[in-house]
């Protein structure tokens, strides 16, 4: 079966730490994206590859790493200068369709959180 | 800029249709998508449509696109307790090539039994 898969799906962490939150495509799309997304403020953009060895901050980049060795890989390193590291992580594929839009399909999340 | 805005919260009945709404301020958007999102899950895309379009049917969706007003709306028809969840709209800024979506903040769509 085609599809993203963030793992793992709770995680905890002590302030002061980095934790990397993984997520894994095998639908072969180009394009790969990591929202933070937080009660009532729907989804923030932190980082985007569009391809392997390349990737770009987003809105709300601060705190945050990512890399892109791998087509199939995007993993977040969520940093200890991350002032509020708390919050529900979604990780999005896309690749051009055939009529041109690029729907995003995303993973199951990974719901931090840092006491 | 590029901005999305959703009204928070609808409550319908079971049974009833539901309308869902968002405007956007791109007029140049491409693409524009309806999400789906039940407790605790990912995305899930419902369907989208094309910024040339005026509506667009699937099954109990509905779309509906004002491109002058810049207004779109999600009809859900004969409305099940399982279409509880958030719903968020999205569009494809026109000024992107990157596939970046901007997001509303998310209906959040209560079905009463």
């Known amino acids: 079966d085609g599809g993203i898969t963030q793992s793992p799906k709770y995680l905890f962490r002590k302030e002061g730490q980095n934790v990397t939150l993984s997520c894994e495509q095998n639908?072969?799309?180009?394009?790969m994206y990591w929202y933070r997304q937080d009660p009532g403020q729907g989804l923030r953009l932190i980082y985007y590859?569009?391809?392997?060895?390349?990737?770009q901050k987003g809105d709300i980049a601060e705190g945050y790493s990512v890399s892109r060795e791998k087509k199939e890989s995007f993993p977040l390193t969520v940093t200890s200068a991350q002032k509020n590291p708390t919050a529900f992580y979604l990780c999005?594929?896309?690749?051009?369709?055939?009529?041109?839009?690029?729907?995003?399909?995303f993973g199951p999340g990974t719901r931090l959180t840092v006491t | 800029g590029e901005d999305v805005e959703q009204s928070l919260f609808l409550s319908v009945r079971e049974g009833d249709s539901s309308v869902i709404n968002c405007t956007y301020t791109?007029?140049?958007?491409?693409?524009l998508y309806w999400y789906k999102q039940e407790p605790g899950a990912g995305l899930q895309l419902l369907t989208y449509?094309?910024?040339?379009?005026d509506m667009k049917q699937d099954q109990r969706l509905t779309v509906l696109l004002n491109k002058k007003d810049k207004h779109l709306s999600l009809r859900i028809a004969d409305t099940q307790t399982g279409d509880s969840a958030i719903y968020f709209c999205?569009?494809?800024?026109?000024?992107?090539?990157?596939?970046?979506?901007?997001f509303g903040q998310g209906t959040t769509l209560q079905v009463k039994p």
């Open positions: 639908l072969n799309h180009d394009a």
């Open positions: 999005a594929s896309s690749s051009p369709g055939l009529a041109g839009a690029r729907e995003q399909y």
């Open positions: 449509i094309f910024s040339n379009m």
């Open positions: 590859s569009q391809i392997v060895n390349d990737f």
């Open positions: 999205a569009e494809t800024p026109g000024s992107s090539n990157t596939g970046k979506l901007i």
């Open positions: 791109d007029s140049s958007s491409t693409y």
